[in-house]
């Protein structure tokens, strides 16, 4: 008996080992994941999407109807304001000119032939030849005469004014960077006047018609430095400055945003109309400040008091949504920094956010280790999922 006692108490030390075990994964003691406050740069930002436009962009159209006779601009080319660049064929406006004056001159030979007839009338009725009603048939068709002159020159003035039109000429100094017309095509400008040419005043002075959301407009002010890149110079990064920001809305899918202009240099010509640019609006920026991992905001225990877990949810009144699902908050958090082993409650104030860190003012100090995950051994040591490829199990 004696001899099977040691292996008796082993036996016992083991069963109570394993009950030991297991009764510390089921309570789930928990390992908690953390992020240590650091010292470095931060800049908060508002990002949005815009095209680049030239400052002064024309459309040269064309008032008349007819076919394109001769052009002397194409793409990229160089005018001057009052510059021909386009001749529409004159054939019928110079016909109608023809025939408008004709018309005049009849108008004129009438009025003549009429003011003789009255004269006339106003004689023989001085010397009571002529009746009254002669003498005042008389001065009315001289009117009408009079009348009908306006009427005549009138036409020739808008025929004469048609045929000018006939030449196209350019109304500011720039670059043609549309045409829309080929030589022998027919313009119609029935209801409004065909588009010829696109001209561009200066290509070195342009402009960003970025969408800032609704969300972010209230923070993006004039003369705010901006960066941004193009698909076309993906490693390069221009810079330029908000110049407006328009009150009109632009609603699209219930998406309210609001056209912010940046003004953009463009010495060297590389930046072209109709690039889509990627904007950061700079907002603010901090050299050397204290901040912490925007998932220690987040984190909150399962034992969370109810005041403590509102403070994370997008609705309380300290947090607004900036673009691209960041948050920006301000005013006072609660973050758990890890002491002993146990995260332990400590309120701070926060400042700027650049949408993965935050600032930190007053609550912490550097080297302090902030949870940001809790990890259970529970959930360590579950076994893992199956595989939905596997082969279907078969009960008898």
Known sequence: ?????????????????AFVLRQCRQSGAANYQTATVTHGPLTQAVTATGTLNPVVNVQVGSQVSGNIAKLFADFNSQVKAGDVVAQIDPALFQATVTQTEGDLASAQAALELAKLN??????LFTQKNSSQQDLDQAMANLHQAEANVKIKQGALDKAKADLDHCTITSPIDGVVISRSVDVGQTVAASLQAPIIFMIANDLTKMQIDSNVAEADVGVVTIDQNVDFTVDAFPTHTFHGKVTQVRNAPITVQNVVTYDTVIG????????????????????????NVLQIKNAALRYRPA????????????????????SGGRERRSGERTVYVLSGGRPKTTQIKTGISD???TEVLEGLKEGDRVVT??????????????????APRRFP
């Open 303 to 322: 034992d969370a008091t109810p005041s403590e877990a509102k403070s994370t949810s997008p609705s309380a009144p300290s947090s607004a949504r900036s």
């Open 355 to 357: 949408g993965i860190s």
């Open 264 to 287: 953009v240099s463009n010495p060297d010509l590389k930046l072209k109309p109709g690039m889509t640019a990627n904007v950061s609006i700079l907002i603010a920026h901090r050299d």
């Open 118 to 123: 009255a004269t006339r009338t106003q004689q």
């Open 373 to 390: 995950a809790e990890l259970t051994s529970t959930s360590l040591s579950s076994s893992p999922a199956a595989n939905p490829f596997s």
């Open 1 to 17: 008996m004696k001899r099977f006692f040691p292996l008796l108490v082993i036996i016992i030390g083991l069963i109570v080992f």
